[in-house]
């Protein structure tokens, strides 16, 4: 653990600071210590007024997302390793969020367009306990199963730049939550969720940059699970043209 | 109580990061084909008003910067087409309860559908120069 890596903070205490300001640590390394050591190695050793959030250092529970070097990642699946040539880290709070102090994110935003999508099956006719399990085949399960698989780390949302400028827009991981359902063979509830993902807000804010696929720790791949709710909410238009041609007309 | 700080998002958000770019010049590669779109609505106009102004139009298409107009209006529509051929599996999803077809095999319909409209659009072209030279 003889050598140190450069590490640039993005610093914010919202009591006394107007505006976020960096602060250089320098950060002993090892083959083996992640984004998340290190800014545990300062909290313990440097300055313990550093402020942010982490808790299973396993890529499981979506706390410790940041931006380092100017792409969102979480910091325990990022390795000081990765970052030798580069001599310096840049860690600062996730873009297109509000900071709320020092790496920690004000994600009331994503948490609040995530509950808004209806992110759990929805049922015509209840099932009564006498039929048993609601079944389903392993192909059923395959056509929604990666989109499951979201963690609500935000890094989609720090990657995205439509949300950047437009908060009010659901962003890659609710829509994508709400395809999760949608896909689901047990559900009924496309009808309520097409609502909103037809909405302004919905799918169509989204132009395509693909870069919440990329940064996503686990390959849920939000920009597919967008565009193909884009074709969802095209063949629904259609649909309602279809039978009802004048109530479509304004939308 | 002191409020979260919400950074503002710069006008060049696009510059710095390498994904960004790429995706501005996917964009962009609307521009030289909106621009050769108007010239060959001019070429329209120019049939409409006689042979003569035609025969100017056809010229003017010789000349270096309508050339390099033509080079780059190509390099774009080949740009925006690879990057459709790219994002198509994601989008276009056959999976069905019986059946499930691989986003591989659909980028290679795609890819094979795009060479052969492109080779025939050429075909069809060199025959109907072929027959109006004759």
Redesign the interface.
Known sequence: MSQTIRIQLER?R??E?S??WQQTVEVPYHRDTSVLDALNYIKDHVDPSLSYRWSCRMAICGSCGVMIN??PRLGCKTFLREYLDAGELRVRAM??F???RDLIA?IGGLVGHIESVDPFLIVDAERPLSEGENLQ?P??L??YEAFSECINCGLCYA?C?QF??NPQFLGPAAITLAQRYNLD?RDDGTPRRLAYLNAEEGVWSC?????CS?VCPKAV?P??AI??G??SSTLDFVQRRAVDPVSTEDG | M??????R?PAG??L??P??RR?MLR?ATALPLFAYTLLLITGVYRLSQGEEAFTQWLVMLRSPWCVTLHVVALAAALLHAWTWLQ?VP????V?T??L?VSGTLIKRVHQLGALLGSVGLVVLAWLFLAQGGS
């Open positions: 914010y919202p009591e600071d505006e976020p100017d792409e873009d297109n509000p900071i709320e004000d085949t192909l059923q395959e056509r990657a730049p950047g400028r063979s132009t395509f940059v693909g870069y990329e791949d920009a597919a565009n193909q884009k074709v | 002191a409020e979260p700080y919400v950074k998002q958000w696009w710095k990061n994904a960004y995706y964009e994002l994601k989008i276009l999803v999976h309860n019986r499930r």
